[in-house]
């Protein structure tokens, strides 16, 4: 299995620019997450969906959206880069463990992404 | 105010050494407890999971600690080695149900193993 697998790794973008992060797994788990890590801060989560068809907002959602057409992938979309954006994002997936109660999360490689 | 707050923000040991990290938590009410690696350039690694009624979880050189009462826990690694080198993050998760929404990360400690 390769996991959790994020593309691009690095990107430069311009203020007003638009692109697409993107996430797979191979895991078949049903959650998965978009996170992004700040200097100082904890991860936060952006947006995340707990299986095809169906997303929900996290902590900090907005210039932010998402989609779920397969298990597999789950693309993060940047609307209209803004500076403030300039993090370091995390897609993340997760399934049920052995417990019943706890949920095993792994982690992509990450996407370094700066905005000018 | 950070719900999970981690002391210290960073650490440097000597090769060889041990080290105790702390995480001190508000999250009400508790489900459980996570410790993270991560290696720079990296995502999180999960290293231990906690619930409420443990107490102590061991992972290789790796040992976590929980105090439910009073809402700490520590992550002690023995006999530190270069590799050890990372940012160690604690991660709570409230309610009895995994709800994404329901998980907050401390910022993490820097850990740096020097030979």
């Known amino acids: 299995n390769a996991g959790v697998t994020q593309t691009p790794k690095f990107q430069v973008l311009k203020t007003g620019q638009s692109m697409t992060l993107q996430c797979a797994q191979d895991m078949n788990h049903e959650y998965m997450s978009w996170y992004r890590q700040d200097p100082g801060m904890g991860l936060r989560l952006i947006h995340y969906s707990v299986g095809a068809g169906i997303t929900d907002q996290g902590e900090v959602p907005n210039g932010y959206n998402v989609s779920r057409s397969t298990t597999e992938d789950f693309p993060l979309r940047l609307l209209s880069a803004a500076p403030s954006q300039t993090s370091v994002y995390f897609c993340?997936?997760?399934?049920?463990?052995?417990?019943?109660?706890?949920?095993?999360?792994?982690f992509g490689p990450g996407t370094r992404l700066t905005v000018t | 105010k950070n719900q999970v707050e981690q002391s210290p923000q960073s650490l440097i040991i000597l090769e060889g050494k041990n080290c105790t990290l702390q995480?001190?938590?508000?999250?009400?009410?508790?489900?459980?407890l996570r410790w993270y690696k991560q290696d720079t350039g990296r995502g999180p690694v999960s290293l231990t999971i906690m619930t409420f009624s443990e107490n102590t979880k061991s992972n290789g050189r790796y040992t976590a600690t929980l105090d439910a009462d009073t809402k700490q826990s520590s992550l002690h690694i023995t006999a530190s080695q270069l590799s050890d080198s990372a940012s160690y993050i604690c991660v709570v998760s409230r309610g009895l149900i995994y709800n994404n929404n329901d998980m907050r990360f401390g910022a993490g400690t820097r850990l740096t193993v020097k030979p």
């Open positions: 995480c001190n938590y508000t999250v009400s009410p508790f489900s459980n």
């Open positions: 993340a997936s997760s399934f049920l463990g052995t417990s019943g109660t706890t949920y095993e999360q792994y």
